[in-house]
């Protein structure tokens, strides 16, 4: 079979969610 | 009334370099002002709004999550030397509300509140299925194990004879038969070697604390106390503790009961902090 090339999407920079931020420890 | 435009806030990222610097000046207020247990360490930052104050500065309104270091109050160890208590351990999380002030370079903290929680047995059993819980404070064998480790300690002890200030945490160990508890000791007027009532004992007017760890393990025929207490340099009016005396270790039997001190205080996770502004 053949298959179509997926359409790749568009790269940019990642966002993080400002919040929470980091763990610095473990999660409790 | 306001005046003009309304009072907006803007939300930083929480891992932003000043969010993190009022986050620290917050832990710092937290650990100066803790009375009991054990100091905190920043963990994570929950959330952040950032508030105009008038006339001046700004408002840090913070979301924060601590977790409980192996250092005690009491004891003068910088916060960065303190190690984090891990899970095995049974670990204890602080949730901390803070509200802090910069104003020209400088942090303050103007509101504070704090609670703190055991970690779930399930989440210490799966990193650990044979470690011991945090045990209950006035559970008998926890009573009893401190009065045993605090009467050892005085008997071998030249100088003040110490009161017991709190419990601050216990351990019910299975194999040997055993309790694990930490608790913390100020030296009083009385000398320990003569005490013969302590309850007629006072803590000294320059209080001198101390932190003990010690197991007490069940033997045929009575049982043997292991303990290790912590002396600090006594505290002037001005609490600027200095670095810590040397430490002083007793292996001793001693056969059960032990004499009666004064009860226990709240247990491990009650976090007491101080006025709120």
């Avoid at chain 2, 917050?26 to 009991?36: E, G, K, P, T």
């Avoid at chain 2, 071998?156 to 019910?172: D, H």
């Avoid at chain 2, 002083?248 to 902090?273: I, K, N, T, Y």
Wanted: glycine share 6%; net charge negative; hydrophobic share 40%.
């Amino acid at each position: 079979g053949v298959t179509q090339p997926g359409v790749a999407g568009a790269v940019g920079p990642m966002v993080l969610p400002p919040c929470p931020g980091r763990v610095r420890h473990f999660k409790v | 009334a306001p005046h003009g435009p309304q009072l907006t806030y803007s939300q930083p990222n929480c891992d932003d370099p000043e969010t993190e610097q009022a986050a620290l000046a917050a832990v710092d207020y937290l650990n100066s002002h803790l009375q009991q247990g054990y100091k905190h360490v920043l963990n994570q930052i929950d959330k952040v709004k950032v508030w105009p104050r008038r006339p001046f500065g700004v408002i840090f309104e913070l979301g924060v999550d601590t977790l409980e270091s192996t250092c005690h109050v009491f004891d003068p160890t910088a916060l960065a030397n303190c190690t984090v208590r891990q899970v095995a351990e049974h670990a204890v999380e602080g949730d901390c509300d803070f509200r802090v002030l910069k104003q020209d370079g400088q942090f303050s903290v103007v509101f504070a509140k704090c609670d703190s929680s055991p970690d779930s047995a399930e989440d210490v059993r799966k990193v650990c299925p044979q470690c011991p819980l945090l045990a209950q404070l006035n559970d008998t064998r926890v009573v009893h194990a401190v009065e045993a480790a605090l009467a050892a300690f005085n008997v071998q002890n030249n100088g003040s004879y110490f009161q017991l200030v709190e419990t601050s945490r216990a351990q019910l160990v299975p194999l040997p038969p055993s309790t694990r508890v930490e608790f913390a000791i100020a030296a009083t007027d009385c000398v320990a070697k003569e005490v013969a009532d302590p309850a007629k004992c006072n803590l000294l007017a320059e209080k001198q604390y101390g932190f003990c760890k010690a197991t007490v393990t069940e033997k045929l025929g009575g049982e043997e106390v292991a303990v290790t207490c912590t002396v600090f340099q006594p505290q002037p009016a001005a609490p600027q503790p200095q670095p810590a005396d040397p430490t002083m270790s007793v292996l001793v039997a001693v056969d059960p009961p032990g004499p009666a001190f004064p009860p226990a205080g709240p247990p491990a996770a009650a976090m007491v902090v101080g006025p709120m502004v």
